[in-house]
Each structure stands twice: as structure tokens, then as C-alpha cells.
């Protein structure tokens, strides 16, 4: 089965770093698309950038450039999305999301469960 | 950048009824339009690409059409569980990718 497993939550303070991770599992890894992407408190869906886990070549949105870093391991299957200094604006469910798995097609086809990241003083 | 317009922003409606929902595109995007169903407190989740080809198991309820810049999700026997936000979303082979702001559909 095609799986994308992502922790529940996070809660941190302004300012400080953090790094999710988001588990692939059920296909090779190293062949597809993976990304991120954004969804506010009662707002809609913003994709955030993606990354190509055989060379880390990455492509991010441009409202989401220089604010995020998006990585890969493939020995661990994992993609992770780091912020260096968080704001409380960047509060938020963090959906990992892969591309072109099972259909074929540019489109996120498989979806994580999602991570809550919580910002605040 | 395109931009996706999606009307209306709620729908209500009464189970068995028939529905439609639009997604307009600032300038032509072909085929290139997704829909996705997000229920309430779940992830999102792909019902069609390629503008009307239903992804693995889908209802066959639901319906895409359209091409250019003028696209449409039908559901054509509402349920109850279909009660949750549809977004539009157009992608591309240059790695972009844009959402719709969302249709609300109350049962």
C-alpha cells in the first residue's frame, strides 16, 4: 500500500527552528515528485514546493521561497520541511504530498495525514 | 500565474439532488484541472485529473468536464458523506501547481 505517514503535531515558540518529516512507503521513493503543502485554520489549500529525491532538485512556490527548505533522505525514504525561524503566521496543518505515483499525472495522488504545526508565545 | 476562481463559495443542497461546481481559470490550462474532496477534518483526497477521468474508486457520481479555462465537477445524487469542500487545481509540466479557493457543499 502506498503510504505517506506524518506525526500529529508540533508546538513551538516564535523564532524557534523546526523540521517535519513525512515517511514514504509502498513505492520507490527515489522515482517520484514529493512536496508539501499548506493549509491555514479555516483557509484553503497552498502547494508550498517539491522535491525530487533522486538528485534534490527542488521547485517552491514563489510565496513560499527563502521561507522554507524542503529536503530529502532516500535511505530512510523521508522528505522533510524545515523552518529556520518560525512566526505565529506560520501556524498551520502541513500536508506531505507526492506526485504522479499512482496516476499518471502531475497531480497529488497520495496524500500524508498531515502535520499540525503550532506557533505561539 | 494563473489563477483559479471557483463558484460558488457554498452550495446547499438536499441528498439526490444534482450539483455543479465551477472552476475558471484566469487564461487556458487545457486539461490540466484537478478536483479534490476535502470532508470535514480529512485529508484531502484526488477524485479527478485530466480534467473528467475519475481517479481509483471514485463514485461514479461524480463527474469532470470542461477544457480551457471553463471546468465543472457534477455530482449527480448527492450523499450524505459528500458533504465537504471541493477544490479546483490546475498543474503543468513546468513543477506548479494552483489551487481554487474552494466550494463548500452543505447536505
Known amino acids: 500500500e502506498v503510504q505517506l505517514v506524518q506525526f500529529g503535531a508540533e508546538v513551538r515558540k516564535p523564532r524557534e527552528s523546526l523540521k517535519i518529516s513525512c515517511q514514504a512507503s509502498?513505492?520507490?521513493?527515489?522515482?517520484?515528485?514529493i512536496g508539501w503543502v499548506r493549509q491555514m485554520p479555516g483557509k484553503g489549500l497552498e502547494w508550498m514546493g517539491v522535491?525530487?529525491?533522486?538528485?534534490?532538485?527542488?521547485k517552491y512556490s514563489p510565496s513560499f521561497q527563502g521561507q522554507v527548505t524542503i529536503s530529502a533522505d532516500t535511505s530512510t525514504s523521508t522528505a522533510y520541511l524545515q523552518w529556520n525561524s518560525l512566526k505565529a503566521s506560520d501556524t498551520a496543518m502541513y500536508y506531505c504530498v507526492s506526485s504522479n505515483v499512482i496516476v499518471a499525472a502531475n497531480v497529488f495522488d497520495v496524500w500524508g495525514q498531515g502535520t499540525f504545526v503550532s506557533v505561539s508565545s | 500565474e494563473i489563477g483559479l476562481t471557483q463558484s460558488p463559495a457554498t452550495l446547499s443542497a438536499s441528498p439526490g439532488e444534482r450539483v455543479t461546481l465551477s472552476c475558471r481559470a484566469s487564461q487556458s490550462v487545457s486539461n490540466y484541472v484537478a478536483w479534490y474532496q476535502q470532508r470535514p477534518g480529512r485529508t484531502p483526497r484526488l477524485l479527478i485529473y485530466d480534467a473528467s477521468t475519475r481517479a481509483s474508486d471514485i463514485p461514479a457520481r461524480f463527474t469532470g468536464s470542461g477544457s480551457g479555462t471553463e471546468f465543472t465537477l457534477t455530482i449527480s445524487s448527492l450523499q450524505s458523506e459528500d458533504s465537504a469542500v471541493y477544490y479546483c487545481?490546475?498543474?503543468?509540466?513546468?513543477?506548479?501547481?494552483?489551487f481554487g479557493q474552494g466550494t463548500r457543499v452543505e447536505i
Open positions: 509502498g513505492y520507490i521513493f527515489s522515482a517520484y515528485w
Open positions: 522535491i525530487h529525491p533522486s538528485n534534490s532538485k527542488t
Open positions: 487545481q490546475h498543474y503543468n509540466d513546468w513543477l506548479s501547481w494552483t
